[in-house]
């Protein structure tokens, strides 16, 4: 499974950006998908994540009413919409995924429980 992330930037407070990540080598509608990033000096931290339906979706409390993820299996791809963004949201952002059959909240969150990752992408929030 190769997974290639794209979309990132440098964006003031209070702007927006899309997040990509085109998969390939595996079906991808049988992939759940992770969003985490990763600030300097600190823990990579989960963001938000969406099963290979797309129809359940979860999201940190601290992004919650702010990021959106979707996908568009006919193209391969997760999606994660960042609006209203802040400094504190600065940080690589990666995706990942998981294939595993059976998948809820504590293996969507947990970035130890995907074997397959992106090498990331780089959002700056300037204040």
């Known amino acids: 499974v190769q997974l290639q992330a794209s979309g990132g930037g440098l964006v003031q407070a209070g702007g927006s950006l899309r997040l990509s990540c085109a998969a390939s080598?595996?079906?991808?509608?049988?992939?759940?998908m992770g969003w985490f990033r990763q600030a300097p000096g600190k823990e990579r931290e989960f963001v938000a994540a969406?099963?290979?339906?797309?129809?359940?979706?979860y999201y940190a409390d601290s992004v919650k009413g702010r990021f959106t993820i979707n996908r568009d299996n006919g193209n391969n791809t997760v999606y994660l919409q960042l609006n209203s963004l802040k400094p504190e949201d600065t940080a690589v952002y990666f995706c990942?995924?998981?294939?595993?059959?059976?998948?809820?909240?504590?293996?969507?969150?947990?970035?130890?429980?995907?074997?397959?990752w992106g090498q990331g992408t780089q959002v700056t929030v300037s204040s």
């Open positions: 080598g595996r079906t991808f509608s049988n992939f759940h």
């Open positions: 969406i099963t290979w339906t797309g129809l359940t979706t």
């Open positions: 990942a995924a998981d294939v595993r059959e059976l998948w809820g909240a504590h293996y969507a969150t947990d970035h130890y429980e995907y074997p397959y």
